[in-house]
Nanobody, 133 residues
């Protein structure tokens, strides 16, 4: 059974940092793309980053590059999202999700697909990040 457990959210002041974790089990960790998404109230779910993306690497959209970093600890089957210089507009529920890497396009194409979240079949429960001004 595929399981994803997201954690690490919380309340932080603007300019602060948080590290989210996504503990994965039930599938071949190295063969799947794991992505972070976020959904703010009243907004659509958007992709934030991915690891072992379609090209095998990591990807952060230009809008978040320099503040967000994604990494993994394969020994722990855990993916991390390190977030720095947080802004109030980063407030959202953050989710991790998994998809077969072979089924995805390269990340630059992936992140341009409307509703890219539909390509990810398994989801964690989400962790709330609140950034106060």
């Amino acid at each position: 059974e595929v399981q994803l457990q997201a954690s690490g959210g919380g309340l932080v002041q603007a300019g602060g940092s948080l590290r989210l974790s996504c503990a994965a089990s039930g599938f071949a960790f190295d063969d799947y793309t794991i992505a972070w998404f976020r959904q703010a109230p009243g907004k659509e779910r958007e992709g934030v980053s991915c690891i072992r993306c379609g090209d095998g690497g990591t990807y952060i959209p230009d809008s978040l590059k320099g503040r967000f970093t994604i990494s993994s600890d394969n020994a722990k089957n855990t993916v991390y999202l390190q977030m720095h210089s947080l802004k109030p507009e980063d407030t959202a529920v953050y989710y991790c999700a998994v998809a077969e890497s072979i089924s995805l396009p390269t990340p630059r194409l992936l992140f341009k697909i409307p509703n890219m979240s539909r390509l990810f079949g398994f989801w964690g429960q989400g962790t709330l990040v609140t950034v106060s001004s």
